[in-house]
């Protein structure tokens, strides 16, 4: 079945800091690949999303590239704020059915010092 | 445009009881689906429903129920609540139902 993986956390990084948060993923076909992040006691918000191969996401200063070579969809941004501290999940969407379920991450907790 | 909304925010049950939560879909959304959020996990699906039908069910049991109604608002109800059913329940809409999914706030449920 589809499954997606994100490196370990928690994330603690200092302002202005480079992030890059990992993910990678297994899925038959060619699944959409989303960013989605959670602040602190809300839902889920989309930050980006690629639906192919090589198709670049971005969103507030965030980018992903959707690279089906190395099945991986990584998050970056080159200058982290306070702002950014949230939980991060990775996701993909399986295109194969009639539906479009979510399969997601474990989620990583980034936490931006100033 | 409204965003989706889910009511109650917060609820607090206990093991046996039966639980119904609300979401409306954002305007124009005909796809609702439903997923479970486990403390420190990443949420899980449930269901979705398209057009007041079920389109699809995740690895989740049948006291685990919904519905749509003609106006794309959804119902999750779950039946003989137990511990583990606590959560953040989410609700998503989308349109149609192969698109990208906007997010509730979510309920909380708590079961004691």
């Known amino acids: 079945g589809n499954s997606v993986t994100q490196m370990e956390g928690p994330v603690t990084l200092s302002e202005e800091a480079f992030l890059t948060i990992n993910c990678t993923y297994t899925?038959?076909?060619?699944?959409?690949l989303f960013w989605y992040v959670q602040y602190p006691g809300e839902g889920l918000q989309l930050l980006l999303k690629a639906t192919k191969a090589d198709d670049k996401g971005s969103n507030k200063g965030f980018e992903a590239t959707y690279r089906k070579e190395t099945t991986s969809f990584h998050l970056e941004k080159g200058s982290v704020q306070v702002s950014d501290s949230a939980v991060y999940f990775c996701?993909?969407?399986?295109?194969?059915?009639?539906?479009?379920?979510?399969?997601f991450g474990k989620g990583i907790t980034l936490s931006v010092r100033p | 445009e409204t965003g989706v909304t889910q009511s109650p925010t917060h609820l607090i049950k206990t093991r046996g009881q039966q639980v119904t939560l609300r979401c409306s879909s954002q305007?124009?959304?005909?796809?609702v689906s439903w997923y479970q959020q486990a403390l420190g996990q990443g949420p899980q699906f449930i269901f979705q429903y398209y057009r007041e039908e079920e389109n699809g069910r995740g690895n989740f049991p049948p006291r685990f129920s919904g519905l749509q109604f003609p106006n794309y608002s959804s119902e999750l109800n779950v039946n003989a609540l137990e511990l583990d059913d606590s959560a953040l329940y989410l609700c998503?809409?989308?349109?149609?139902?192969?698109?990208?999914?906007?997010f509730g706030p979510g309920t909380r449920l708590l079961v004691l």
């Open positions: 996701a993909l969407s399986d295109e194969s059915g009639a539906n479009s379920k979510l399969t």
């Open positions: 305007s124009g959304h005909n796809t």
């Open positions: 899925a038959t076909g060619y699944p959409s």
């Open positions: 998503a809409s989308s349109f149609p139902a192969r698109e990208t999914q906007y």
